[in-house]
């Protein structure tokens, strides 16, 4: 079975500091995807980046890359230059597979507090 | 805005009733995902359909069941509620199965049953 594991709950990061939020993730499928997303307080689910699992290289978007570790099969999100906007709800995901059938699910979430 | 559109945006109901959440997807996206997120949660998949048919299912309770309909817009009803569906409810689409360029998501419906 596919599981998404976020163990932390919640993190404070000083303004401008780099900060990693950490993703595991269980599947017995080689073929799979994985997501991060943003939910600020407003309540909108915002994507923020893509990894497949047969990328070779770590996804990166803007301020935002995955630290793909396949072997370990984890998913860490890291946010350079952190910034009062950032604070928000992050959830990893994952999509299992790339058949008619996948779905995505998501992890617990981490809520992120940037402090100035 | 995100392209999906979800209506309505808030909904206030009493226990016992029945409720039609409303998902248009973005143009071209050919399926529609359904999620529930309670208070502090994270979100919990429960039915996905695929151009009218449905894909996959996930926690979805018996009192709830949803269709896409040939214009590819997607209805979830909610019936006999309870005070604990209670919940934020998302409709997500994507223009091809498997795709990786993410998820679209709606605005979200905002539940509440008192």
């Known amino acids: 079975a596919q599981k998404i594991t976020q163990t932390q709950p919640g993190m404070f990061v000083q303004e401008k500091e780099a900060v990693t939020l950490d993703c595991t993730y269980d599947?017995?499928?080689?073929?799979?995807?994985l997501f991060w997303y943003k939910q600020p307080s407003s309540g909108e689910m915002i994507f923020l980046i893509y990894?497949?699992?047969?990328?070779?290289q770590n996804a990166t978007e803007g301020r935002y890359s995955l630290n793909f570790q396949k072997a370990r099969k984890s998913a860490n999100l890291v946010i350079s230059a952190s910034q009062l906007g950032d604070s928000a709800m992050y959830f990893c995901?994952?999509?299992?597979?790339?058949?008619?059938?996948?779905?995505?699910?998501f992890g617990s979430g981490t809520r992120l507090s940037i402090r100035p | 805005d995100s392209g999906v559109t979800q209506t309505p945006k808030h909904l206030i109901t009493a226990t016992g009733q029945r409720v039609t959440l409303r998902c248009s997807p973005r143009s071209g996206d050919l399926s529609v995902y359904w999620y529930q997120q309670s208070l502090d949660q994270g979100l919990q998949f429960l039915i996905q359909?695929?151009?009218?048919?449905?894909?996959a299912k996930g926690n979805i309770l018996e009192r709830f069941s949803a269709q896409q309909f040939p214009d590819l817009h997607s209805e979830l009803n909610l019936s006999s509620l309870e005070l604990g569906d209670s919940a934020l409810y998302f409709c997500?689409?994507?223009?091809?199965?498997?795709?990786?360029?993410?998820?679209?998501f709606g605005s979200g419906t905002r539940l509440t049953v008192v």
């Open positions: 995901a994952m999509r299992q597979g790339y058949s008619s059938a996948s779905k995505i699910i």
């Open positions: 990894q497949g699992s047969y990328d070779q």
């Open positions: 359909y695929y151009n009218g048919e449905e894909r």
């Open positions: 599947t017995s499928d080689p073929s799979y995807g």
């Open positions: 997500a689409s994507s223009p091809q199965v498997g795709g990786g360029e993410g998820y679209t």
